[in-house]
DNA sequence: TCCAAACCGATAATGGGTTATCACTATCAC
DNA sequence: GTGATAGTGATAACCCATTATCGGTTTGGA
């Protein structure tokens, strides 16, 4: 009854992708790297794999101004996303507090703090006057 | 060259229904309470009103798990979103220590705090055993 | 009042992420 | 090795938020 799922060469360069990322990625990220090791991977199959992944509870989908990524579930984390080049981050730590904020009753069952702004690269790409020789 | 604005009955049903929000809204709900106040109101106007009203900064796009809302420009704050009744709600306060997250040479300009879980009512509502007779 | 043009509503079109379809291929228990 | 079948790639289709189009309407300065 319960299909047996294969250990296929395309779901092994997906899971790769997402192990050798540092931080979350898109589905055409995922599909890019990944066809570093399965060339002919098709986008479709992307999805798939990243279907099951999430329900596996390997992979999870994160929200983002720059638009859903995906990333292997980590230990609780948050992200920063830079403005200018579009690219996201994981960020170490959590900010206490942020529980007592629900108002009274509420069931709080996740929270997702998100930083925007510049990330050190473009930060110094747009402000170069401190080290500009 | 530049257009001078006309004051509408539209615009000012778009307005009242930011006003009159308690929260962020959808566009579609945008629509659904403006209809309120101009009943012959289309959709694609409501996307007009938004558009203007966030080029003069007095609404915000709002990115939540639901989908993209809007709301009025407002003093800082963060956001609940109920994964039962799909609701937003606005929550005051704020976390400190965000800011210090970051990793070295970036550079924060916004941070977004959003809560998920279940709303008064939806948390009352799966666990009646409380408060049942 | 008059009228140029800003604005409107209805709806078709767009765009981007995601999914369904289908003929072909690779996996793996036997 | 063989064969049933899960998996695959290409692509069409889908979904949904948003935008463009267009003929008709409303606004507001003269």
């Known amino acids: 009854?319960?299909?047996k799922p294969r250990n296929t060469e395309q779901k092994r360069a997906v899971c790769r992708a997402f192990e050798e990322a540092d931080g979350p990625l898109s589905a055409q990220l995922v599909w890019e790297r990944a066809?570093?090791?399965?060339?002919s991977l098709g986008i479709a199959t992307v999805y798939r794999c990243i279907k099951e992944l999430i329900a596996q509870d390997e992979v999870q989908l994160v929200?983002?101004?720059?638009g859903p990524m995906y990333?292997?579930?980590p230990r609780h984390h948050h992200h920063f996303f830079c403005s200018?080049?579009?690219r996201a981050f994981c960020i170490a730590g959590?900010?206490?507090g942020w529980k007592s904020l629900a108002p009274q009753g509420f069931k709080v069952l996740s929270h997702?703090?998100?930083?925007?702004?510049?990330?050190a690269d473009c930060a110094q790409?747009?402000?170069p006057e401190k080290n500009a020789p």
Chains 1, 2 share one sequence.
């Open 125 to 127: 790409a747009t402000t």
């Open 35 to 39: 066809k570093a090791f399965a060339p």
């Open 1 to 3: 009854m319960a299909a």
């Open 112 to 119: 997702e703090l998100s930083l925007s702004g510049l990330c």
């Open 71 to 73: 990333e292997r579930s």
């Open 94 to 96: 959590c900010v206490p």
């Open 63 to 66: 929200e983002s101004p720059i």
């Open 84 to 86: 200018s080049c579009q």
